[in-house]
């Protein structure tokens, strides 16, 4: 079992910046690739970026790509993403998700873990 859990949502103006982080916890083998998901309201939850377990290989969707940065340290368990240039249509619930069949996967369904999301709001 790996229990995650978001911090750093918050409300921004357009042009902002925001760093979420994901704590985690419980018993892997080795520390988990991640990935970060988000959604609207009305909307279905969407990829945002991943990360596999050693931080080497990252992937984002591009709607983000050039503004968002996913990273990682294994020794405190914590995967971030640090957002810059937010726009009003980054407005969602932010979810962290590990350990998904395979390292950059994009489909939520394929995730093994989950936590219980954080909000970030973005006014123009």
């Known amino acids: 079992q790996v229990q995650l859990v978001e911090s750093g949502g918050g409300r921004v103006q357009a042009g902002g910046s925001l760093r979420l982080s994901c704590a985690a916890s419980?018993?892997?083998?080795?520390?988990?690739?991640a990935g970060w998901f988000r959604q609207a309201p009305g909307k279905e939850r969407e990829f945002v970026a991943a990360i596999n377990w050693s931080g080497g290989m990252t992937y984002y969707a591009d709607s983000v790509k050039g503004r968002f940065t996913i990273s990682r340290d294994n020794d405190k368990n914590t995967v971030w993403l640090q957002m810059d240039s937010l726009k009003p249509e980054d407005t969602a619930v932010y979810y962290c998700a590990a350990v998904p069949k395979m390292a950059g996967d994009s489909d939520p369904s394929e995730y093994a873990y989950w936590g219980q999301g954080t909000q970030v709001t973005v006014s123009s």
């Open positions: 419980g018993r892997t083998n080795t520390p988990p690739a």
